[in-house]
């Protein structure tokens, strides 16, 4: 029987962070590639148009819009251990309550997840894998000006207990974090210096997030340490939603 201490011990794990190109997933790719693991991580552009280093990573440009493009991706693993789903998008300036604007937003944040899931799910039930979804705390509280972000988030979630119950019986345990304010690009216009004070006045935990903190949480998820874990949002806001 393996070893608690060990868990975090990835030496021998395929992991691909879809997202993994910025922000988050960037943060969440590294880590992985710290604890030994074999990273491939997936961003829109062509590698070279990143400022990112990612030669630790092998990198895949993917849009998550494209069902054949998600097709393509899954048939270039013959095996994978943890599927990691970082992408998110979100429009600002009402863009959300049109609707071309809102069933972009859906089609990034759980369209794209859905077939994400049941494309990988035959390689990850060959190594009784797991997938880890980035959701937000727009699942919970709601994001007032972004209608399509926090539905498809809210979706994410149930999508995430869905397929944890129809999956479980094949090994493959899926699960979902839940970050609270982490600066990155997809948070610029809310995250300067005076955004931080207000936040860091008010929130239990006196600090923005960091991607760190998620990638903390994504390898809990992905590791033995959580083998009975499935179907679960973890919330890791620094008691923003209290
Ligand atoms: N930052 C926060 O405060 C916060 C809070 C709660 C939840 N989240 C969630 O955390 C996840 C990561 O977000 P982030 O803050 O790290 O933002 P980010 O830096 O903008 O990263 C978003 C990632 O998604 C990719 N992406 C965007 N649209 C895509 C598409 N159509 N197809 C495929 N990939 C696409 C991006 O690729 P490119 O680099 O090529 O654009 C990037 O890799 C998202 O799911 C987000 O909703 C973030």
């Not at 829109?44 to 097709?71: G, K, M």
């Not at 699960?175 to 008010?202: D, I, L």
Request: net charge neutral; aromatic share 8%.
């Amino acid at each position: 029987m393996m070893r608690l201490v060990d868990a975090l011990n990835f030496s021998s794990k395929r992991i691909l962070v879809c997202g993994g190109s910025d922000g988050i997933g960037y943060g969440v790719a590294s880590a992985f590639a710290d604890a030994g693991a074999s990273v491939a991580i997936t961003g829109t552009r062509p590698r070279d148009s990143y400022e990112n280093d990612f030669s630790l990573f092998t990198f895949h440009q993917l849009d998550v819009q494209d069902a054949d493009a998600i097709r393509s991706l899954a048939s270039q693993f013959d095996s994978l251990d943890v599927l990691v789903n970082c992408i998110g998008a979100v429009l600002w300036k009402k863009g959300e309550f049109e609707r071309a604007g809102f069933e972009q937003i859906l089609s990034i944040n759980l369209s794209g997840a859905m077939q994400l899931c049941t494309d990988f799910y035959p390689t990850l039930c060959k190594s009784r894998g797991c997938i880890v979804h980035i959701d937000s705390v727009a699942s919970i509280n709601a994001a007032v000006n972004n209608p399509a972000y926090s539905a498809s988030k809210a979706g994410l979630v149930q999508l995430t207990r869905a397929l944890a119950k129809k999956w479980g019986h094949s090994g493959v345990r899926v699960n979902t974090v839940a970050p609270g304010m982490v600066p990155t690009k997809m948070t610029q216009n809310q995250s300067g210096p005076e955004a931080e004070a207000r936040f860091s006045a008010t929130n239990p935990i006196s600090r923005f997030g960091s991607p760190q903190d998620i990638a903390g949480a994504v390898l809990f998820l992905a590791s033995p340490m959580s083998a009975y874990v499935t179907g679960q949002q973890l919330v890791v806001d620094g008691g923003l939603t209290l």
